[in-house]
């Protein structure tokens, strides 16, 4: 219910006309204005809605190619390999979890990089917010593969990145769709960070079309709820199909030979 | 055929010696199997072998070449691995042409040495499965069909039996040995199991402490062994050694297997309170308490079966006792 009632009352809100939405009433809509409330969510300010959508899936995409790619190979070569530098990467990546990013030297970073405002730039700071939780997921899931695998491969005269994208990665697939799901609908429905790292009307990503309905002087709250109703659909569609894969990489223990 | 030829070969974990100064030739076609007790360097040195480990000094020779410095897959071997170590995403057939993929040789040619080595395991009927839906011997065979398809020079086996039952190991040392038989291939084979060292060797290695404590063919070890280590090692159940001084000898320990001990009444050599009786069918082993000695082991036909706490005379066979200086 608590996930249901807040969702039917988005459904009712975005189907209602201007005047009765501004009541808030969890009520049936008199008019139903569906197609039209969606069509002016798209269009308001020259197909904003679009651009949004394209600028986030981008993002999405971009982040967590990177965060699956990079968390898989630090994940294994700091499960595999025993050096003393495991220790002070160890040490990182708990600090990467544990303190809060600091916005304004972050800008600055960006700004000093020429990477501030743009696309690359977002995905590079996803990526480096999410990059911890991956690797340590990785590492962990890695552990319960056994080392004789990658024996196995290197007698067979595999080199060591086709040790790694032979071997390693086909078996990290239930950990990877669980990472995918998990982080593509966090940097999906990302709201503060691309407020603060990517403003600029073309940078615009889907959480932020919000602001196109809300203003000091007047809100449409029927066009913002169904512009809510059409950012949720992607995250929903994501998790609906890979329920069952979440489940079974996040309890699925070791891989057997 | 190729000959392994280990000269001086060291390895040491940090502070740690593993392998201490080890020299060793294996003959071409010969099964040699390292035996040792666990911790004894046995599997490092087949490691080392193998190249998974980098020797600390000494070289490697395999075919009369130098590969102690060579990549693994340079060196013409195969391994098998204790739990087989078959990628559980592939199929049997990816599984065993793995390496033949990976060596871009043509899919055609792939294909046929494949279904000639799963042929020759009979594995034909499993080659579109994975591993996880076979059965433990069958997954031993495509360890083995994986190794075989490389046309290795030398084969390495690590403890490969000691996953499966006890029924299923006594077929696998048969097929093993027949597979030995037939290929002609040198095959060095470690295992902690006296059993399978006696039965499929030609030459057994007895490791300890990270050296060679002897080399040589089964039944040299059985009959004589050049320490006591070696005597305790080697025969089940185990030589009963005692201090010299204590059985009245000169030599520094005394040693006589259990089957070399005769019970009898006729001025017995010791006398001994019956402890624990092994009926084991084909024979039964009788432990003793033998006063000033302790624990002794006497192996007697299937039908003895003495009461628990009876005294029994015991003597040695004449010429079979072993005496260590």
């Given at each position: 219910m608590i996930f249901i009632l807040p969702f039917v009352y988005i459904l009712l809100m975005a189907v209602k006309t201007k005047q009765e939405a501004a009541l808030f009433l969890f009520a049936w809509p008199s008019e139903w204005r569906a197609w039209e409330n969606l069509v002016e969510v798209v269009q308001t300010r020259n197909y904003m809605l679009l651009l949004a959508y394209f600028n986030s899936t981008v993002i999405t995409l971009g982040a967590v190619t990177l965060l699956v790619i990079f968390g898989a190979m630090v994940g294994y070569v700091l499960q595999r390999r025993r050096s003393p530098w495991n220790r002070v990467v160890y040490v990182f990546l708990l600090i990467g979890l544990m303190v809060p990013p600091a916005v304004v030297p972050t800008i600055w970073v960006l700004q000093n990089l020429g990477l501030f405002k743009t696309i690359h730039g977002m995905i590079l700071i996803q990526v480096a917010y999410g990059l911890s939780f991956a690797v340590l997921l990785y590492r962990s899931f890695i552990a319960s593969i056994p080392r004789a695998l990658d024996e196995a491969a290197i007698i067979d005269g595999a080199r060591p990145w086709q040790v790694f994208f032979r071997v390693i990665l086909p078996l990290l697939k239930p950990v990877t769709v669980t990472l995918i799901v998990v982080q593509s609908v966090a940097i999906f429905n990302d709201f503060t960070n691309p407020l603060y790292y990517l403003p600029g009307r073309e940078n615009v990503t889907v959480q932020l079309t919000l602001f196109n309905f809300q203003s000091q002087f007047q809100s449409q709250y029927n066009l913002l709820f169904m512009n809510i109703l059409l950012v949720t659909i992607p995250p929903l569609l994501v998790f609906v199909f890979c329920n069952r894969q979440i489940v079974a990489g996040m309890t699925s223990g070791g891989v057997k030979g | 055929m190729s000959s392994v030829v280990l000269s001086d070969l060291c390895k040491s974990f940090g502070a740690i010696d593993v392998i201490r100064g080890v020299d060793l030739v294996i003959e071409p076609g010969e099964f040699c199997v390292f035996v040792g007790p666990s911790g004894c360097g046995k599997s490092t040195l087949l490691r080392l072998i193998a190249g998974l480990e980098e020797a600390t000094s000494g070289t490697i020779r395999i075919d009369g070449k130098d590969?102690?410095?060579?990549e693994p897959s340079a060196r013409g071997i195969a391994m098998v691995f204790q739990n087989y170590a078959l990628y559980p995403h592939l199929t049997v057939r990816d599984n065993i042409g793995f390496g033949l993929s990976l060596a871009r040789r043509p899919k055609a040619e792939i294909r046929a040495r494949v279904e000639a080595a799963a042929e020759a395991l009979q594995l034909t009927h499993l080659l579109d499965r994975k591993p996880k839906e076979l059965s433990g011997g069958q997954r031993q065979r495509v360890a083995i069909g994986r190794a075989i398809v490389r046309d290795p020079k030398v084969f390495l086996f690590d403890e490969p039996l000691s996953n499966l039952d006890a029924a299923l190991r006594a077929q696998m040392r048969i097929e093993l040995s027949d597979l030995h038989r037939k290929l002609g291939a040198t095959m060095i084979y470690v295992t902690h199991d006296q059993v399978e060292a006696m039965t499929m060797a030609d030459k057994i290695v007895v490791l300890n402490g990270g050296r060679i404590e002897q080399v040589g063919s089964p039944i040299t070890l059985y009959d004589t062994p050049a320490s006591p280590f070696v005597a305790g090692f080697i025969g089940s159940p185990r030589m009963n050694l005692y201090d010299g001084r204590a059985v009245g000898e000169s030599c520094a320990t005394y040693g006589i297997r259990p089957e070399h001990l005769k019970l009898t009444d006729m001025a017995p050599r010791w006398r001994g309170t019956v402890r624990h009786v092994e009926r084991l069918g084909a024979d039964t082993v009788i432990h003793l308490d033998v006063p000033d000695l302790g624990d002794m082991v006497v192996r007697a036909d299937g039908d003895r079966n003495p009461p628990i706490g009876s005294m029994l005379g015991i003597s040695p066979l004449p010429g079979r006792e072993h005496r260590f200086p």
């Open positions: - | 590969v102690t410095d060579a």
